[in-house]
């Protein structure tokens, strides 16, 4: 019997990193998953897929009514999609800071809205948002992106407040540095910056995506049934403080 048997999930940015994996973890676990992203990916193994900017309110909610047309109910949401953006701000981009808020922030908010009218009448529901240790706390060059997960971060804590009374819980995962293509496009394959950032993780290495697809798993199960209102870092260790490259003098590597 698997974890998520029965129940339906829609995740977005379904076709690449976090999200795809998020897709095969669910399919793996039992559920009937409904991806969305700008593309298709070559082979999808959820049950449908639609193409959609989550920036678009109108196509959101015609996925959501898709979802229940086709399935019924919707269970589980998981908003992965999402775009990496960053750099100091007095040289900011007052474009790139608003395109990085409405994919990262206000696309998030809609594919929530959508299914929430769902999730009421269920009396049930799953909201996992995709923040990022970033929404925890500040990095250099990061006040675009962080500002957008922090929004994110607390914007799921107030879904928690809101909609616990109907039985919906809201939890926010925030993934340390998770080597998809997102990433690979921002640090490239080798670099003294890759080195840095990988040796903040506490346990010296990036994260994979299927690591975060369990977290992912386990929020959405009933394994998770009073957990909500939760911002957690699957991080390696990341946000558990400062690191400066004594531990490997502790320990025998
Ligand atoms: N990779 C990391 O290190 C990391 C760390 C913390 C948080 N995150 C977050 O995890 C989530 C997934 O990132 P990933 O690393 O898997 O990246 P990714 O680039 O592999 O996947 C992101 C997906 O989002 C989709 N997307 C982008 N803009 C969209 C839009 N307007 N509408 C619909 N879909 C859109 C992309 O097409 C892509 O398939 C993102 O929200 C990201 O911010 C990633």
């Not at 900017?53 to 999609?81: F, K, L, P």
């Not at 908010?109 to 929430?116: E, N, V, Y």
């Not at 240790?133 to 997960?149: D, F, H, L, P, Q």
């Not at 010296?204 to 299927?210: F, I, K, Y």
Request: with cysteine; aromatic share 6%.
């Amino acid at each position: 019997m698997g974890r998520l048997d029965g129940k339906v999930a829609h995740v977005t940015g379904a076709s690449s990193g976090i999200g795809l994996a998020t897709v095969e973890r669910f399919v793996a676990d039992g559920a009937v998953v409904v991806g969305s992203d700008l593309a298709a990916p070559d082979d999808f193994v959820g049950a449908d897929f639609h193409e959609c900017d989550v920036r678009d309110g109108e196509r959101q909610q015609t996925v959501a009514d898709a979802i229940v047309a086709d399935h019924g109910r919707i269970d589980i949401v998981v908003t992965s999609a999402g775009v990496a953006s960053g750099g100091p701000l007095h040289s900011l981009d007052v474009e790139e800071w608003q395109r990085c808020q409405d994919i990262n922030l206000t696309g998030t908010m809609l594919s929530i809205r959508c299914a929430l009218p769902t999730m009421i009448e269920q009396g049930s529901g799953s909201i996992i948002t995709v923040a990022s240790v970033e929404g925890i706390e500040g990095c250099e060059g990061g006040s675009t992106y962080n500002a957008s997960k922090g929004g994110v971060i607390l914007l799921t804590k107030n879904v928690a407040c809101d909609y616990g009374p109907a039985g919906i819980r809201a939890n926010a995962i925030c993934p340390g540095f998770i080597d998809t293509p997102m990433l690979q496009s921002v640090l490239g394959e080798e670099s003294d910056f890759r080195t840095a950032i990988t040796n903040q993780h506490k346990l010296r290495r990036l994260g994979r995506a299927e690591e975060l697809a369990s977290v992912a798993s386990f929020l959405a199960s009933e394994d998770a049934s009073f957990v909500s209102g939760v911002a957690l870092p699957v991080d390696g260790g990341y946000t558990a403080g400062h690191s400066y490259g004594l531990a490997e003098s502790f320990v025998k590597m």
